[in-house]
Protein backbone atom coordinates (compact mmCIF):
# COMPACT_ATOMS: atom_id res chain seq x y z
CA UNK A 1 0.00 0.00 0.00
CA UNK A 2 1.25 3.49 -1.03
CA UNK A 3 2.15 5.54 1.89
CA UNK A 4 -0.49 8.38 0.80
CA UNK A 5 -3.22 5.41 1.30
CA UNK A 6 -2.01 4.26 4.70
CA UNK A 7 -2.08 7.91 5.83
CA UNK A 8 -5.45 8.73 4.76
CA UNK A 9 -6.57 5.54 6.19
CA UNK A 10 -5.09 5.30 9.75
CA UNK A 11 -7.80 4.18 12.16
CA UNK A 12 -10.35 3.45 9.94
CA UNK A 13 -11.51 -0.27 10.07
CA UNK A 14 -9.99 -0.49 13.55
CA UNK A 15 -12.96 0.38 15.94
CA UNK A 16 -15.68 -2.44 16.30
CA UNK A 17 -18.56 0.44 15.87
CA UNK A 18 -17.05 0.97 12.43
CA UNK A 19 -16.62 4.05 12.84
CA UNK A 20 -14.33 5.82 10.14
CA UNK A 21 -12.98 8.38 12.63
CA UNK A 22 -11.39 6.70 15.53
CA UNK A 23 -13.22 7.26 18.48
CA UNK A 24 -11.37 9.41 21.20
CA UNK A 25 -11.60 6.72 24.60
CA UNK A 26 -11.12 9.27 27.34
CA UNK A 27 -10.60 6.76 30.28
CA UNK A 28 -8.07 6.70 32.46
CA UNK A 29 -8.28 3.39 33.22
CA UNK A 30 -10.32 -0.29 32.05
CA UNK A 31 -12.31 -2.48 33.60
CA UNK A 32 -10.99 -6.03 33.92
CA UNK A 33 -13.58 -8.95 32.89
CA UNK A 34 -12.31 -11.58 35.69
CA UNK A 35 -9.85 -12.22 37.96
CA UNK A 36 -6.80 -11.74 36.42
CA UNK A 37 -7.88 -11.14 32.86
CA UNK A 38 -7.77 -7.93 31.01
CA UNK A 39 -9.15 -6.94 27.41
CA UNK A 40 -5.51 -5.54 26.43
CA UNK A 41 -5.94 -1.91 28.65
CA UNK A 42 -5.83 -1.76 31.99
CA UNK A 43 -4.56 2.06 32.66
CA UNK A 44 -4.13 4.53 30.22
CA UNK A 45 -0.35 5.75 31.24
CA UNK A 46 0.74 2.62 29.74
CA UNK A 47 -1.69 1.47 26.75
CA UNK A 48 -4.76 3.73 25.67
CA UNK A 49 -6.87 2.38 22.53
CA UNK A 50 -6.70 5.77 20.38
CA UNK A 51 -2.88 6.20 21.52
CA UNK A 52 -2.37 3.18 20.68
CA UNK A 53 -4.00 3.52 16.95
CA UNK A 54 -1.33 6.40 16.22
CA UNK A 55 1.15 4.67 17.65
CA UNK A 56 1.03 1.69 15.79
CA UNK A 57 0.80 4.05 12.51
CA UNK A 58 3.74 5.54 13.40
CA UNK A 59 5.55 2.25 13.24
CA UNK A 60 3.92 1.39 10.15
CA UNK A 61 4.93 4.26 8.47
CA UNK A 62 8.45 4.76 9.59
CA UNK A 63 8.70 0.71 8.74
CA UNK A 64 10.07 0.01 12.41
CA UNK A 65 8.67 -2.75 15.16
CA UNK A 66 7.02 -0.27 17.39
CA UNK A 67 5.73 3.44 17.64
CA UNK A 68 4.96 5.15 21.00
CA UNK A 69 3.50 8.32 21.29
CA UNK A 70 4.73 11.10 24.29
CA UNK A 71 2.96 14.55 25.56
CA UNK A 72 5.82 16.24 23.70
CA UNK A 73 8.69 15.67 21.17
CA UNK A 74 11.13 16.47 24.50
CA UNK A 75 9.00 13.89 26.17
CA UNK A 76 9.84 11.65 24.15
CA UNK A 77 13.78 12.42 24.08
CA UNK A 78 13.75 12.71 27.96
CA UNK A 79 12.88 8.80 27.73
CA UNK A 80 15.02 8.10 24.63
CA UNK A 81 17.37 10.12 26.89
CA UNK A 82 16.89 7.56 29.78
CA UNK A 83 18.41 5.07 27.84
CA UNK A 84 21.86 5.82 29.09
CA UNK A 85 23.93 5.25 32.00
CA UNK A 86 26.38 7.32 33.63
CA UNK A 87 29.08 7.25 32.36
CA UNK A 88 28.05 6.85 28.81
CA UNK A 89 29.00 9.65 25.89
CA UNK A 90 26.70 10.63 23.30
CA UNK A 91 27.72 11.99 19.75
CA UNK A 92 24.85 14.82 18.97
CA UNK A 93 24.81 17.29 15.75
CA UNK A 94 26.94 20.10 16.49
CA UNK A 95 23.57 22.37 15.33
CA UNK A 96 20.63 20.58 17.13
CA UNK A 97 17.50 21.96 17.96
CA UNK A 98 18.25 24.32 20.83
CA UNK A 99 15.84 21.88 23.22
CA UNK A 100 17.77 18.92 22.40
CA UNK A 101 21.18 20.89 23.60
CA UNK A 102 19.39 22.62 26.71
CA UNK A 103 18.56 18.99 28.14
CA UNK A 104 21.77 17.25 27.18
CA UNK A 105 23.71 20.73 28.72
CA UNK A 106 21.59 21.63 31.84
CA UNK A 107 20.06 17.92 32.56
CA UNK A 108 21.43 14.81 31.57
CA UNK A 109 25.33 16.21 31.84
CA UNK A 110 24.57 16.36 36.09
CA UNK A 111 23.54 12.84 35.41
CA UNK A 112 26.82 11.71 34.42
CA UNK A 113 26.20 11.77 30.57
CA UNK A 114 28.81 12.76 28.19
CA UNK A 115 27.67 14.62 25.08
CA UNK A 116 30.16 15.78 22.36
CA UNK A 117 28.68 17.70 19.46
CA UNK A 118 29.71 16.94 16.16
CA UNK A 119 29.60 18.50 12.45
CA UNK A 120 27.33 15.00 11.85
CA UNK A 121 27.60 15.63 8.05
CA UNK A 122 30.99 14.70 8.02
CA UNK A 123 31.22 11.34 8.53
CA UNK A 124 35.53 11.25 9.73
CA UNK A 125 34.68 13.76 12.18
CA UNK A 126 31.75 10.96 13.57
CA UNK A 127 34.43 8.12 13.58
CA UNK A 128 37.11 10.50 14.95
CA UNK A 129 34.64 11.55 18.07
CA UNK A 130 34.31 8.37 18.55
CA UNK A 131 35.74 7.16 22.27
CA UNK A 132 35.76 4.07 24.74
CA UNK A 133 32.57 5.00 26.37
CA UNK A 134 30.25 6.21 23.54
CA UNK A 135 27.04 4.52 23.61
CA UNK A 136 24.97 6.29 20.77
CA UNK A 137 25.16 9.28 17.52
CA UNK A 138 21.90 11.42 17.80
CA UNK A 139 21.65 12.65 14.53
CA UNK A 140 19.49 15.58 12.73
CA UNK A 141 19.03 15.87 9.05
CA UNK A 142 18.95 18.51 7.26
CA UNK A 143 19.92 20.31 10.51
CA UNK A 144 17.80 22.92 12.32
CA UNK A 145 18.41 25.59 11.18
CA UNK A 146 21.47 25.09 8.51
CA UNK A 147 20.47 22.59 6.74
CA UNK A 148 23.35 20.38 6.84
CA UNK A 149 22.63 17.09 5.01
CA UNK A 150 23.86 13.90 7.41
CA UNK A 151 24.56 10.26 5.25
CA UNK A 152 22.23 8.37 7.08
CA UNK A 153 23.10 4.65 5.86
CA UNK A 154 27.17 6.03 6.54
CA UNK A 155 26.41 6.69 9.90
CA UNK A 156 24.92 3.53 10.31
CA UNK A 157 27.98 1.49 9.03
CA UNK A 158 29.70 3.44 11.67
CA UNK A 159 27.43 2.89 14.29
CA UNK A 160 27.31 -0.83 13.39
CA UNK A 161 30.93 -1.20 13.65
CA UNK A 162 31.44 0.36 16.74
CA UNK A 163 28.13 -1.01 18.90
CA UNK A 164 26.39 2.22 18.62
CA UNK A 165 22.66 2.76 18.61
CA UNK A 166 21.96 5.14 16.09
CA UNK A 167 19.07 7.75 16.60
CA UNK A 168 17.40 10.18 14.12
CA UNK A 169 15.38 12.85 14.55
CA UNK A 170 12.95 13.08 11.20
CA UNK A 171 11.35 15.68 12.43
CA UNK A 172 11.97 18.17 9.45
CA UNK A 173 11.30 14.92 6.47
CA UNK A 174 8.96 12.98 7.98
CA UNK A 175 8.58 9.23 6.83
CA UNK A 176 6.71 10.79 3.81
CA UNK A 177 10.01 11.98 2.68
CA UNK A 178 12.93 9.79 4.53
CA UNK A 179 12.86 6.76 6.46
CA UNK A 180 16.05 6.59 8.69
CA UNK A 181 14.87 2.97 9.68
CA UNK A 182 15.25 1.61 6.37
CA UNK A 183 18.96 2.84 5.85
CA UNK A 184 19.80 1.68 9.18
CA UNK A 185 18.57 3.49 12.02
CA UNK A 186 17.72 1.73 14.92
CA UNK A 187 15.31 4.53 16.20
CA UNK A 188 13.49 7.56 15.13
CA UNK A 189 12.23 10.63 17.35
CA UNK A 190 9.78 13.28 15.76
CA UNK A 191 8.75 16.47 17.55
CA UNK A 192 4.82 15.70 16.08
CA UNK A 193 3.97 19.09 17.04
CA UNK A 194 5.44 19.69 13.51
CA UNK A 195 4.24 18.18 10.09
CA UNK A 196 3.11 14.96 10.98
CA UNK A 197 0.82 17.26 13.45
CA UNK A 198 0.86 19.95 10.92
CA UNK A 199 -2.04 21.85 12.03
CA UNK A 200 -0.02 24.19 14.97
CA UNK A 201 -3.22 22.86 17.11
CA UNK A 202 -1.31 19.49 19.05
CA UNK A 203 2.29 19.16 21.20
CA UNK A 204 3.44 15.53 20.89
CA UNK A 205 6.17 13.52 20.42
CA UNK A 206 7.21 10.18 18.39
CA UNK A 207 9.39 7.63 18.20
CA UNK A 208 9.95 4.16 16.72
CA UNK A 209 11.78 1.60 16.98
CA UNK A 210 13.87 -1.52 15.20
CA UNK A 211 13.53 -4.58 16.89
CA UNK A 212 11.33 -6.49 19.57
CA UNK A 213 14.41 -6.46 21.98
CA UNK A 214 15.33 -2.49 22.05
CA UNK A 215 11.17 -2.09 21.63
CA UNK A 216 10.23 -3.80 25.01
CA UNK A 217 13.07 -2.09 26.62
CA UNK A 218 11.70 1.37 25.27
CA UNK A 219 8.01 0.10 26.11
CA UNK A 220 9.06 -0.13 29.65
CA UNK A 221 10.85 3.13 29.52
CA UNK A 222 7.86 5.09 28.26
CA UNK A 223 5.34 3.43 30.62
CA UNK A 224 7.93 4.30 33.70
CA UNK A 225 8.56 7.89 32.77
CA UNK A 226 4.88 8.33 31.75
CA UNK A 227 5.24 11.13 29.32
CA UNK A 228 2.85 9.83 27.22
CA UNK A 229 0.31 11.38 25.07
CA UNK A 230 -3.39 11.99 26.00
CA UNK A 231 -6.28 10.40 24.27
CA UNK A 232 -7.54 13.68 23.22
CA UNK A 233 -4.23 14.75 21.12
CA UNK A 234 -3.66 11.64 19.83
CA UNK A 235 -7.01 12.22 17.69
CA UNK A 236 -5.66 15.18 16.68
CA UNK A 237 -2.62 14.05 15.63
CA UNK A 238 -4.70 11.08 13.66
CA UNK A 239 -6.28 13.32 12.06
CA UNK A 240 -3.92 15.66 10.94
CA UNK A 241 -1.24 12.80 9.66
CA UNK A 242 -4.35 11.87 7.47
CA UNK A 243 -3.22 14.58 5.02
CA UNK A 244 0.41 14.87 5.59
CA UNK A 245 0.94 13.27 1.80
CA UNK A 246 -1.05 16.33 0.78
CA UNK A 247 0.78 18.97 2.33
CA UNK A 248 4.23 18.08 2.56
CA UNK A 249 3.42 18.24 -1.65
CA UNK A 250 2.22 21.31 -1.40
CA UNK A 251 4.64 23.04 1.30
CA UNK A 252 7.68 21.68 -0.72
CA UNK A 253 6.51 23.21 -3.71
CA UNK A 254 6.39 26.01 -2.50
CA UNK A 255 9.28 25.83 -0.53
CA UNK A 256 11.56 25.45 -4.01
CA UNK A 257 9.89 28.85 -5.27
CA UNK A 258 10.79 31.07 -2.22
CA UNK A 259 14.09 29.55 -2.17
CA UNK A 260 14.62 30.34 -5.61
CA UNK A 261 13.27 33.99 -5.45
CA UNK A 262 15.32 34.28 -1.73
CA UNK A 263 18.61 33.69 -4.06
CA UNK A 264 17.88 36.41 -6.34
CA UNK A 265 16.69 39.14 -3.68
CA UNK A 266 19.04 41.53 -3.18
CA UNK A 267 18.40 41.94 0.73
CA UNK A 268 19.59 38.33 1.04
CA UNK A 269 23.26 37.35 1.58
CA UNK A 270 22.35 33.61 1.53
CA UNK A 271 19.99 31.11 1.50
CA UNK A 272 19.87 27.32 2.77
CA UNK A 273 17.51 24.65 1.40
CA UNK A 274 18.63 21.35 0.41
CA UNK A 275 16.54 21.53 -2.84
CA UNK A 276 18.57 24.31 -3.87
CA UNK A 277 21.41 22.76 -6.63
CA UNK A 278 24.46 23.83 -4.59
CA UNK A 279 23.77 22.99 -1.13
CA UNK A 280 26.24 20.99 0.03
CA UNK A 281 23.80 17.61 0.37
CA UNK A 282 21.92 18.06 -2.31
CA UNK A 283 22.70 14.98 -4.16
CA UNK A 284 23.02 12.45 -1.00
CA UNK A 285 19.30 13.86 0.02
CA UNK A 286 18.02 12.52 -3.72
CA UNK A 287 19.73 8.91 -2.50
CA UNK A 288 18.48 9.06 0.86
CA UNK A 289 15.19 11.10 0.36
CA UNK A 290 12.10 11.65 -1.46
CA UNK A 291 12.43 15.49 -1.30
CA UNK A 292 13.94 18.68 0.64
CA UNK A 293 11.51 19.44 2.84
CA UNK A 294 9.99 23.12 3.37
CA UNK A 295 11.79 24.88 5.88
CA UNK A 296 14.71 27.33 4.66
CA UNK A 297 16.83 29.61 6.32
CA UNK A 298 18.47 32.17 4.94
CA UNK A 299 20.71 35.48 5.80
CA UNK A 300 19.77 38.57 5.99
CA UNK A 301 22.51 41.93 4.55
CA UNK A 302 21.48 44.01 6.90
CA UNK A 303 20.94 42.31 10.62
CA UNK A 304 19.91 45.68 11.68
CA UNK A 305 16.64 45.59 9.72
CA UNK A 306 15.90 41.98 10.75
CA UNK A 307 13.51 43.38 13.82
CA UNK A 308 11.78 45.48 11.13
CA UNK A 309 11.21 42.69 9.05
CA UNK A 310 9.64 40.64 11.35
CA UNK A 311 7.09 43.19 12.57
CA UNK A 312 6.32 43.72 8.77
CA UNK A 313 5.00 40.32 7.73
CA UNK A 314 1.38 40.26 7.45
CA UNK A 315 0.58 37.20 6.69
CA UNK A 316 3.83 34.73 7.59
CA UNK A 317 3.89 35.12 11.44
CA UNK A 318 6.73 35.44 13.45
CA UNK A 319 6.24 33.03 16.02
CA UNK A 320 8.44 29.43 16.96
CA UNK A 321 7.82 25.90 15.70
CA UNK A 322 7.11 24.72 12.07
CA UNK A 323 5.83 22.10 9.69
CA UNK A 324 2.20 23.51 9.78
CA UNK A 325 -0.14 24.57 7.27
CA UNK A 326 0.68 28.21 8.45
CA UNK A 327 3.68 29.84 7.41
CA UNK A 328 5.77 30.53 10.08
CA UNK A 329 9.34 32.33 10.48
CA UNK A 330 11.49 32.09 13.89
CA UNK A 331 14.79 34.29 14.72
CA UNK A 332 16.97 30.86 15.91
CA UNK A 333 19.21 33.35 17.48
CA UNK A 334 16.93 34.67 20.28
CA UNK A 335 14.17 31.39 19.88
CA UNK A 336 14.37 28.36 18.97
CA UNK A 337 18.37 28.42 19.45
CA UNK A 338 18.63 30.51 22.25
CA UNK A 339 19.90 28.26 25.29
CA UNK A 340 23.01 27.71 23.19
CA UNK A 341 26.01 30.37 24.43
CA UNK A 342 26.55 32.51 21.94
CA UNK A 343 30.12 31.67 20.97
CA UNK A 344 29.18 28.48 19.91
CA UNK A 345 26.03 29.61 18.34
CA UNK A 346 27.85 32.27 16.19
CA UNK A 347 30.67 29.58 15.68
CA UNK A 348 27.99 27.48 13.92
CA UNK A 349 26.86 30.73 11.87
CA UNK A 350 23.72 30.56 13.98
CA UNK A 351 23.92 34.18 14.14
CA UNK A 352 21.70 37.44 14.46
CA UNK A 353 21.97 37.73 10.64
CA UNK A 354 19.90 34.26 9.93
CA UNK A 355 16.11 33.91 9.61
CA UNK A 356 13.91 30.78 9.33
CA UNK A 357 11.14 30.03 7.58
CA UNK A 358 8.60 26.96 7.80
CA UNK A 359 6.89 27.36 4.54
CA UNK A 360 3.25 26.72 4.98
CA UNK A 361 0.70 25.49 1.82
CA UNK A 362 -0.98 28.96 1.24
CA UNK A 363 -0.54 30.34 -2.29
CA UNK A 364 3.29 31.16 -2.99
CA UNK A 365 2.78 34.56 -4.38
CA UNK A 366 1.00 35.62 -1.21
CA UNK A 367 4.35 34.74 0.57
CA UNK A 368 6.73 35.98 -1.69
CA UNK A 369 4.37 39.48 -1.81
CA UNK A 370 4.50 39.40 1.90
CA UNK A 371 8.73 38.54 2.13
CA UNK A 372 9.02 41.51 -0.49
CA UNK A 373 6.75 44.08 1.00
CA UNK A 374 8.63 43.28 4.70
CA UNK A 375 12.02 43.13 3.10
CA UNK A 376 11.28 46.98 1.44
CA UNK A 377 9.86 48.35 4.61
C1 LIG B 1 13.95 19.03 15.25
C2 LIG B 1 13.21 19.11 16.54
N1 LIG B 1 13.28 18.08 17.41
C3 LIG B 1 12.63 18.11 18.59
C4 LIG B 1 11.87 19.20 18.97
C5 LIG B 1 11.15 19.21 20.30
O1 LIG B 1 9.79 18.97 20.10
P1 LIG B 1 8.59 19.58 21.00
O2 LIG B 1 8.62 21.06 20.82
O3 LIG B 1 7.38 18.94 20.43
O4 LIG B 1 8.85 19.19 22.40
C6 LIG B 1 11.75 20.29 18.10
C7 LIG B 1 10.95 21.46 18.48
O5 LIG B 1 11.00 22.50 17.86
C8 LIG B 1 12.45 20.24 16.85
O6 LIG B 1 12.39 21.27 15.99
Given at each position: MKISTKLAQI????DPTG??????????TFAH???????????SRTKNPTRQVLENAIADLEEGTRGYAFSSGMGAITTILALFSQGDHLLV????YGGTYRILQEVFQDFGLETSFVDTSDLEAIRKAIKPNTKSVFVE??????MKIADLRGISTICQENNLLHIVDNTFLTPYLQKPLTLGADMVIHSGTKYLGGHNDVVSGLVVVKGEELAARFGRLQNTLGATLGPQDSWLMIRGMKTLALRMKAQEENAHKIAQWLLNH???TKVYYP??????GNELQLQQAKGFGAMISFRVK????IPKILSSLKTISYAESLGGVESLITY??????????EEVRENLG???SLLRLSVGIEDVEDLIDDLEQAFNK
Open positions: GNRQAISFPIYHSAPGFEQSTGFDYTEDPTPTNPLPAIGLKDHPDRELPATQTHGDIPVDR
